[in-house]
């Protein structure tokens, strides 16, 4: 079942969309703390930049939200594609040495999904309302896409050195 | 801090505290600190009403970054202290947390033994079968031919334990496993396992991503326990002696009597509990 299917009116579409954001947020801030205790600061700076970005969005959603009274779903019953919210992203290429090239490719992952999400409603919900909020969040989330690539042509995205963890090397050879 | 009655709705982050996480980046235990909080900001349980105990070990450290209570015991001992918290103060939610080395091995008997009083605790062993804090030796749950610990180049040779059949076996009256991977089910069950009323235990399969790089092959392998949860012991060790250790979900849950505070329920002063060791 599509998330069209799965989204029957714009109250539950707003929560989904709050919850998609607030997620993303968290998850930002999550990565960017990670970063930090582990001495990477401009890694840990570019993750909380796109914190911020999320906490934006999810603050502008909230605004079409209001005066709205949205039912509340246990996080457990969310009908997500995968097993979190789609801008939450996968943890598994995670490393404390990544580089900013790599935060941005997972975040602009993220983004991706997060794109395809609000895309597949905008076409394809059967509810007008919902159709056309989707739709909308899918431009934004297209021009997110675009800001970050054009963040990434200025990033170097070459590893060095520094990103090679001697001790791992060790530990498992 | 909230109180009850303050009609304050609390978000999981409320449950979180301002330590931040020491954590490799990409560890699951991050996973399983936003499953436990979502699940107390689910049951809106009041920050002062709930206390998470710890033992030992990278896990063991999650009780610093919630806003709840919490002790960061001795090592392998997180069950008897919250034994003795739940005892004491049979008002509050317990909750106990550790790893598999913590649980299992330094502190396996107790482990077994609160499973035979069942209590009514909430205890999740974020299990990455692997001691991550010493720099990864193999513990009580690490494959007898895993080879990648200079400690033991040849594997251990020993059979790992199956944490949900001993949890069983030793009388634990809840049992569940669950995924880093998947936070929102682990919520899920971590909130069953607060609402069941005895001992309730929660495997949480955590990816170690230093030591055991290769769990991130997990996501392919956990797979919903499709045949559903079971109150008949028969039924629920048949099925988990046939599992492979990766399916996930709620495997067992049995209205078993929970051992209680012992008396009449009454609360003492500190002065009537400093009087009884007065010389």
Redesign the interface.
């Given at each position: 079942m599509s998330m069209s299917d799965k989204i029957k009116d714009l109250d539950t579409f707003l929560v989904y969309s709050i919850t998609l954001e607030e997620e993303a947020a968290e998850r930002h801030d999550e990565l960017a703390d990670m970063m930090g205790v582990h001495n990477n600061p401009e890694v840990a700076a570019t993750f909380r930049k796109l914190a911020h970005y999320s906490r934006l969005h999810a603050q502008e959603i909230r605004d079409h939200a209001k005066g709205r009274d949205l039912p509340v779903i246990a996080p457990w019953d969310f009908e997500w594609e995968g097993a979190e919210a789609p801008e939450s992203g996968d943890m598994s290429g995670v490393n404390y040495l990544m580089n900013n090239a790599q935060a941005l490719q997972l975040a602009m992952a993220n983004e991706q999904r997060a794109f395809d999400f609000y895309d597949q409603i905008g076409r394809e919900s059967q509810v007008p309302e919902v159709a056309a909020m989707a739709a909308e969040f899918a431009i934004e989330e297209k021009e997110h896409l675009d800001l970050l690539r054009a963040w990434m042509d200025k990033t170097d995205a070459s590893v060095d050195e520094k990103h090679f963890d001697f001790d791992l090397v060790k530990m498992t050879d | 801090m909230s109180t009850p009655g303050d009609n304050v709705v609390l978000k999981?982050?409320d449950y979180k505290s301002e330590t931040?996480?020491?954590?490799?980046?990409?560890c699951g235990d991050?996973?399983v600190l936003?499953a436990i909080t979502?699940a107390l900001a689910?049951l809106q349980l009041p920050l002062q009403n709930v206390a998470l105990i710890s033992g030992i070990g990278c896990s063991s450290r999650i009780a610093a970054y919630t806003s709840v209570y919490g002790f960061h015991g001795v090592h392998g001992r997180a069950l008897p202290l919250a034994t003795g918290l739940k005892a004491a103060r049979d008002d509050m939610t317990v909750l106990v947390a550790g790893g598999d080395g913590d649980g299992l091995s330094i502190g396996g008997n107790h482990f077994i033994h609160a499973c035979r009083r069942n209590m009514d605790l909430t205890y999740i062993m974020m299990d990455n079968e692997v001691y991550g804090m010493t720099?990864?030796q193999a513990s009580p749950t690490t494959a007898p031919d895993w080879e990648?610990s200079?400690l033991t180049p040849e594997g251990t040779g020993v059979r790992s334990f199956k944490p949900a059949v001993l949890a069983l076996a030793s009388g634990a009256s809840f049992i569940a496993r669950g995924f880093s991977?998947?936070?929102?089910?682990l919520?899920?069950m971590i909130?069953a396992g607060i609402e069941h009323k005895g001992f309730s235990f929660i495997q949480a399969l955590s990816?170690c991503?230093?030591?055991r790089?290769e769990h991130?092959e997990w996501?392919n392998q956990v797979n919903k326990f499709t045949t559903g949860e079971t109150d008949n012991p028969i039924t629920a060790v048949t099925r988990m002696v046939a599992d492979d250790g990766m399916s996930t979900g709620i495997m067992y849950q049995r209205d078993i009597p929970s051992l209680e505070r012992p008396g009449n329920g009454e609360t003492g002063t500190l002065a009537d509990f400093e009087s009884e060791f007065e010389l």
């Open positions: - | 999981f982050k931040k996480p020491i954590w490799c980046p990409g991050f996973a936003n979502k689910q720099k990864g990648k200079k991977g998947d936070p929102n089910d919520a899920r909130a990816v991503p230093t030591y790089p991130a996501k």
